[in-house]
């Protein structure tokens, strides 16, 4: 591909640094810092920016990163705003729109501040350090695939293909269900972001199981033991892991429960 058909596609003020051919391993292409550095690739995938879902839809997928990247929905591959930007910045992914036309980085980082998203710059860092680090990284609570599941028709009133009208009510169901949880509990400063698998050539969308950890964005103060402790009965075995991001820096941190002896 042309570095000049390249750059109509990307954001001009980026850099582009040299040429990697490995087409399958994301997490080793990324580069921290505010502004990735994009990067050639002899395979990129393809995907179609659908407003009324806010999602991505892919319409031409190259190299294994979509095993454990994207939710399946009636057969087709979507990206949640993160892991399309993501793929975007690691010069994995072209977007268009839905005439055809290739979207920019700027453009796609504009739709980080789009409230039906359910993602900002914020959350968007989080998922970045975790890929970077290797780790497979899902949205809490929402399916990478509902094989086998079976999702209900409803009155859905958005226009298009069926796949698109389930795909936009169970991701709304889910949403409310969270939203839902968390009022009765009370939590205001710390909320649901990321389920996170090690990694696993093994992974399958249709039966991942459970995460190794569950990742809590937290905003404001840290949560309170009672919340702690109502999190924990939630998620049962599985571990809970905090984070807070301060300019561009991402912290996680966990709590144990600790006996100090009685001293003499």
Not at 104 to 131: A, M, N, T
């Amino acid at each position: 591909m042309d570095a000049e058909d390249w750059e109509s596609c990307s954001n001009d003020e980026v850099s582009v640094h040299g040429i990697n051919n490995d087409d399958d391993d994301e997490e080793n292409c990324y580069s921290s810092g505010f502004l990735s550095k994009l990067q050639f690739r002899k395979d990129i995938s393809k995907a179609v920016w659908v407003d009324d879902l806010a999602m991505a839809e892919v319409v031409e997928k190259k190299g294994k990163m979509w095993v454990t990247m994207g939710i399946v929905r009636s057969g087709n591959t979507y990206c949640f705003i993160e892991e399309t930007l993501f793929l975007i910045e690691i010069g994995a992914l072209h977007l268009l729109d839905e005439k055809g036309i290739c979207l920019s980085l700027k453009e796609v980082y504009d739709k980080l501040s789009f409230e039906k998203s359910g993602c900002f710059w914020e959350l968007f860092e989080v998922y970045r350090h975790l890929k970077s680090l290797g780790y497979v990284v899902g949205r809490h609570g929402i399916p990478w695939s509902v094989k086998g599941q079976k999702t209900k028709a409803g009155n859905c009133t958005l226009q298009g293909s069926q796949e698109r009208n389930e795909l936009l009510e169970m991701d709304s169901k889910d949403n409310n269900t969270i939203i839902e949880l968390f009022h009765n509990m009370q939590i205001t400063e710390v909320s649901p972001a990321f389920d996170v698998f090690l990694p696993n050539s093994k992974f399958r969308k249709s039966s991942p199981g459970d995460p190794s950890f569950v990742v809590y964005l937290s905003r404001g103060t840290p949560p309170s033991r009672v919340e702690i402790e109502a999190l924990e009965r939630k998620h049962g075995p599985i571990a809970l892991k905090f984070c807070h991001v301060e300019n561009g820096r991402v912290s996680f941190f966990s709590f144990d429960r600790v006996e100090l002896a009685v001293l003499p």
